[in-house]
């Protein structure tokens, strides 16, 4: 498990960033929902409720659980964007931890407000997907790539 950065921490307690679940199914269809209920916990571990144990996300997380599959998780805020790549190590259906997700639900969207489940990943890689980080990146790595060749002809 990796350490995320904090400008990634400041985003995902950000009620205003967008938090997005990237999952695949068993025969590599992607799947990607918006959770803005992915969290960072104390052990740098990330969790979200999932409200519905039919749902594809769910379907796929416990597919992932089982043969050891990564999932993606993008949260972003204007020019600010970070992905990670976790591994599915728990799902929480009873304790203190699916609780908390359980009144964080009712106080947000109502007292029929249900949970299911609260997966918990454990992050692997992250990458900061924001435009500008990601071309200077690939300026320094190749200042040849990604320049179109007729900027290079006015250029060169």
């Known amino acids: ?3 995320l950065p904090q400008e990634l921490k400041t985003l995902l307690e950000d009620k ?12 590599g269809i992607p799947h990607v929902v918006f959770k803005d209920s992915i969290t960072l916990l104390e052990d740098g571990t990330l969790a979200y409720a999932e409200e519905l144990d ?3 996300a769910n379907k796929n997380m416990v597919r992932g659980i089982w043969f050891d599959k990564l999932v993606s998780i993008t949260v972003g805020k204007a020019d600010k964007s970070y992905q990670v790549k976790a591994r599915p190590v728990k799902c929480a259906i009873v304790g203190p931890l699916f609780s908390q997700f359980l009144a964080r639900a009712k106080e947000q969207r109502g007292a029929d407000a249900d949970v299911q489940s609260v997966w918990i990943v454990a992050p692997v890689h992250c990458r900061n997907q924001s435009r500008e980080v990601r071309l200077e990146e690939e300026r ?12 290079l002809k006015a250029t060169g």
């Open 54 to 56: 039919s749902s594809q």
């Open 1 to 3: 498990m990796i350490t």
């Open 16 to 27: 205003n960033a967008v938090k997005i679940l990237g999952t695949v199914d068993g025969d």
């Open 140 to 151: 320094k790595k190749d200042p040849y790539y990604n320049v179109h060749l007729d900027r």
